[in-house]
């Protein structure tokens, strides 16, 4: 027995290969977005700051 692709429950003949309509919506929006989600990864480099020196206070 074949098992919804998206959350694992049996397989509605209507929406194979999905249980719902809602499951067969999310494979859709993975489509869409490209198949997976694209973790946001913006690293601060703390070795880029500049290094200001003592300043002369007048
Ligand atoms: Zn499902």
Redesign the pocket.
Known sequence: MSK??????EQDPKYRP???K??AD?DLNRWLSGGYAIPAAEEDDPDDEVVIGPTSKD
């Not at 919804?4 to 429950?9: F, H, R, S, V």
Request: net charge positive; with cysteine.
């Open positions: 919804c692709a998206i959350c694992g429950k999905f249980c719902s809602r499951c999310v």
